[in-house]
């Protein structure tokens, strides 16, 4: 099993940059599949972004794509989503995720391993 803190949430006004940390915990962190979803109020869970554990692909949703990039550093156990040029309606609560071996996926069901959840919140 794999244990997930983010952190690096905060309040921010439109147009300004934010990097979220996903520290890792539990054996073999480089056969994760990592990603992020969000869930803003009142709405459903999503993908956000996710980087293999094989080849370090990587696959962003339509809205972030171009202005978020998500990375890895295995050395570290950790996972990071920056997040540029930011936009009121990317306030939400954004979660780091894990799948063992797993491919790229949208499907929230198919990850296993959630962290808490950091907030971001940009005003405008």
């Known amino acids: 099993q794999v244990q997930l803190v983010e952190s690096g949430g905060g309040a921010v006004q439109a147009g300004a940059s934010l990097r979220l940390s996903c520290a890792a915990s539990?054996?073999?962190?480089?056969?994760?599949?990592m990603g992020w979803f969000r869930q803003a109020p009142g709405k459903e869970r999503e993908f956000v972004a996710a980087?293999?554990?094989?080849?370090?692909?990587?696959d962003y949703s339509d809205s972030v794509k171009g202005r978020f990039t998500i990375s890895r550093d295995d050395a570290k156990n950790m996972v990071y989503l920056a997040m540029n040029s930011l936009k009121p309606e990317d306030t939400a609560v954004y979660y780091c995720?894990?799948?063992?071996?797993?491919?790229?996926?949208?499907?929230?069901?198919?990850?296993?391993?959630w962290g808490q959840g950091t907030q971001v919140t940009v005003s405008s």
């Open positions: 980087i293999s554990w094989r080849d370090r692909t990587t």
């Open positions: 539990g054996r073999s962190f480089s056969m994760y599949t």
């Open positions: 995720t894990a799948r063992l071996r797993g491919n790229l996926d949208y499907y929230r069901p198919n990850w296993p391993y």
